[in-house]
């Protein structure tokens, strides 16, 4: 009897280690960006699109707000291109191999625009979310 509980208590103990690192797996994958889910893009935090930025000036910065919420601040070397302007039949003025960062206010529409983008094929796109959790330098210029 001591033995069946024991082999009981083993198998619910790794059943219970699976269960944790498959959600582990799956937590890391949805913010990785994983192409296996169906996700062409990646996520990245504020701070590591700051540090690619830094590292890499020719990145392209969008700013997918409306141009009134981008003439209210914005971060240096974003361009404004509104969300809704990303449309999958107009060619869009920057190259399909170009990495591209997107932002908006919260995330919504970030995580939006860099699903359009990758879908038409933009190979090199990353959101890190919304400018209100952006720690670093905004400007109004």
């Known amino acids: ?3 069946l509980f024991l082999l009981a208590a083993v198998i619910c103990f790794g059943m219970a280690i699976l269960k944790f690192y498959s959600a582990q797996m799956n ?3 949805s913010s990785a960006g994983i192409q296996a889910a169906g996700k ?3 996520t990245l935090t504020a701070e590591e699109a700051k540090e690619r930025l830094d ?3 020719d990145i392209l910065l969008l700013d997918v707000r409306t141009q009134e919420e981008y003439d209210g601040g ?3 070397s974003a361009v404004c291109f509104p969300n809704e302007d990303i449309q999958p039949d107009l060619p ?3 190259e399909k191999d170009a990495e591209i960062l997107v932002y908006c206010r919260s995330g919504r529409r970030s995580a939006e ?3 359009k983008l990758a879908a038409m094929g933009y190979a090199n796109v990353a959101d890190f979310g919304g400018i209100q959790d952006w720690p670093y330098e905004t ?3």
Request: glycine share 0%; no cysteine; aromatic share 8%.
């Open 139 to 141: 400007t109004t210029d």
């Open 113 to 115: 625009a860099a699903e």
């Open 74 to 76: 914005h971060i240096p």
């Open 40 to 42: 062409a893009w990646t």
């Open 92 to 94: 869009l003025p920057f």
């Open 55 to 57: 590292a890499n000036p």
């Open 27 to 29: 937590r890391s994958s």
């Open 1 to 3: 009897m001591k033995e």
